[in-house]
T-cell receptor
């Protein structure tokens, strides 16, 4: 069963626009972790953020911010003032046990 | 090295051929994962090692897939009698410990093309 859903397959924005990438997850565990990874064209997955299930505080890191809402099982990612270098595929992931399950990813294209 | 290293980066195999993909995790990392990423898809979990013990192999798609980590460091993913549907990028990741809270560090992957 799909445990992480990223409904947006592709998003295209113009530079300096804000963009939000959606992530909805499914779990029966009370303890779990959520992650966002970026996959640039080079292919390597780059870690962006980790959030545990007991910490619903939103987080901001530079132009990046994350909104975690347990009530809706969502962990959305916003890029403010997007830049061309933000173009990549972004993956949301859920870690409940030893493994880490990924969504299908959202391809973000930022045009100059 | 400083990161997770995978080799080869690219592999072309004829259908029916056996292949072996290597992963060098970050030194000292206890946990090691293999993922399969088909074109346009997210990484799909294959198997997990804690040191040399393979604790979860539920994601291996068939008995043609076999993974090992005999000394708890380097791991090899072997695919026997490759088929076209095995074409994908195979990603390896390692974690320092066994807890859920640590990030996984990924290699650049091996792109396998079966012709």
């Amino acid at each position: 069963a799909q445990k992480v859903t990223q409904a947006q397959t592709e998003i295209s924005v113009v530079e300096k626009e804000d963009v939000t990438l959606d992530c909805v997850y499914e779990t029966r565990d009370t303890t779990y972790y959520l992650f966002w990874y970026k996959q640039p064209p080079s292919g390597e997955l780059v870690f962006l953020i980790r959030r545990n299930s007991f910490d619903e505080q939103n987080e901001i890191s530079g132009r990046y911010s994350w909104n975690f809402q347990k009530s809706t099982s969502s962990f959305n990612f916003t890029i403010t003032a997007s830049q061309v270098v933000d173009s990549a595929v972004y993956f949301c992931a859920l870690s409940e046990d030893n493994d880490m399950r990924f969504g299908a990813g959202t391809r973000l294209t930022v045009k100059p | 090295g400083a990161g997770v290293s995978q080799s080869p980066r690219y592999k072309v195999a004829k259908r029916g051929q056996d292949v072996a993909l290597r992963c060098d995790p970050i030194s000292g990392h206890v946990s090691l994962f293999w993922y399969q990423q088909a074109l346009g898809q997210g990484p799909e979990f294959l198997t997990y090692f804690q040191n040399e013990a393979q604790l979860d192999k539920s994601g291996l798609p068939s008995d043609r897939f076999f993974a090992e980590r005999p000394e708890g460091s380097v791991s090899t993913l072997k695919i026997q009698r490759t088929q076209q549907e095995d074409s994908a990028v195979y990603l390896c990741a390692s974690r320092p410990g066994t807890g859920l809270d640590t990030e996984a560090f990924f290699g650049q992957g091996t792109r396998l093309t079966v012709v």
